[in-house]
């Protein structure tokens, strides 16, 4: 009896020391590509003259690195904040770096440079300056532009709507929305005619539904002489907003003033969005989650979904025996958002207890 019951201890502590090693070698494995913001394919350049420096080109790049990622997790006006933050501090976000593809034409020097931000101390500094960060989510999604010459008293979808024509030839590299323009379709163009009196109050629905899209912005443009109005109907992950805008003295025929106006829709979309998605780390939401500690290839995905749930700002082990591992996590969220978003990574998770277990 005393064998047995010495060779149950040796199993026991056998299956701890497996799981922790597990553990410990798994985080390892994917902390390096979770737990970072990947900056790529940054083009950089500088003369190559007597006194060029590398070190010049690198610093360079740290800074439209980080200029870049503050652009892609942060609405417009909260990038300001931090436009003019120092090298030294930038460098002190940074995980690694790579540069490739160097050549020298014509006396200029040119690299790709890709940059890895920490994320969690990335996310500590724009805490630290107060800032709420977004997750960083691409998303596709139909706009429609219709735009109403109160002049002519004359409605345009596709020709001689130089918004549906113009709309996708500047996009920059932090946009994080992905505009589809609807097909030029007859029956479309009959629709508007149809509600041309009442366009502010159609619901589009008829033209929307031919997409797989359930994201979509409606913007009715208005011009009557060098004025421009316009309506956006925005729906993104089903929360919607209505936006209104002015801008006087505006030449259509100018690039310049075309820009203008698609550059400040596009930047209110683009806040709009990252609004939904915003990451409060103030909010630090205790959980404790249970997982049968035979069920190897659950614990491995627990461990990996957890590490790319950007709201998860931290978790580890808490404690574990023969029977179970216990896992501590700091959610920067609700409990609902959390089962939610573990759920579409595919871990169920039963809450009936004090303590969760995934299922």
């Given amino acids: 009896m005393q064998l047995k019951k010495k060779i149950n201890n040796l199993n026991r502590l056998y299956i ?12 390892f494995a ?26 010049k080109v690198i610093n360079k790049g740290f800074k439209i690195a980080f200029l870049e990622l503050a652009s892609m997790i942060t609405t417009s006006g909260d990038k300001k904040k931090i436009e003019n933050t120092s090298l030294s501090k930038i460098k002190g976000l940074i995980d690694s770096f790579t ?16 940059v890895n931000f920490n994320k969690k101390n990335t996310l500590k500094f724009f805490e630290s300056e107060n800032i ?14 219709v735009m109403v010459d109160l002049q002519l008293n004359k409605i345009s979808l596709f020709n001689k709507n130089i918004f549906y024509e113009k709309w996708n030839n500047n996009n920059e ?28 109050d159609y619901d589009f629905k008829q033209i929307i539904r031919k997409y797989d899209l359930n994201d979509f912005i409606i913007t009715i443009i208005y011009k009557n002489n060098d004025r421009i109005t316009t309506l956006s109907k925005i729906q993104l992950n089903q929360f919607i907003k209505v936006d209104n805008k002015k801008f006087e003295t505006i030449d259509l025929f100018k690039e310049k003033d075309l820009n203008l106006i698609i550059v400040n829709l596009k930047n209110t979309y683009e806040n709009y ?20 500690a035979t069920k190897h290839k659950k614990i491995k995905i627990l461990e990996y979904v957890l590490n790319e749930l950007d709201l998860v700002s931290n978790f580890e082990i808490l404690r574990l025996n023969n029977k179970n591992i216990y896992f ?24 009936q207890k004090q303590i969760w277990e995934v299922q």
């Fill in 30 to 55: 994917t902390s390096s590509s979770a737990n970072s913001f990947k900056i790529t394919n940054l083009k950089i350049s500088e003369p190559f003259e007597l006194n060029f420096n590398k070190e």
């Fill in 99 to 114: 540069m490739s593809d160097e050549q020298f034409l014509n006396n200029e020097y040119h690299v790709k440079f890709d």
């Fill in 173 to 200: 590299r932090h946009y994080l929305l992905n505009y589809i323009l609807p097909s030029e379709d007859l029956e479309d163009l009959g629709l508007l005619s149809q509600n041309s009196q009442s366009i502010e």
């Fill in 328 to 351: 501590k996590i700091i959610y920067n969220g609700s409990p609902d958002r959390f089962i939610s978003e573990i759920k579409n990574k595919g871990v169920k998770i039963d809450t």
């Fill in 132 to 145: 709420f960060p977004s997750i960083p989510i691409k998303k596709d999604l139909l706009l429609i532009p």
């Fill in 273 to 292: 969005w990252k609004s939904i998605n915003q990451i409060n780390t103030s909010i630090k939401l205790p959980l404790t989650i249970s997982v049968n």
């Fill in 16 to 27: 701890i020391f497996f799981y922790s090693v597990l553990f410990i070698n798994f985080i």
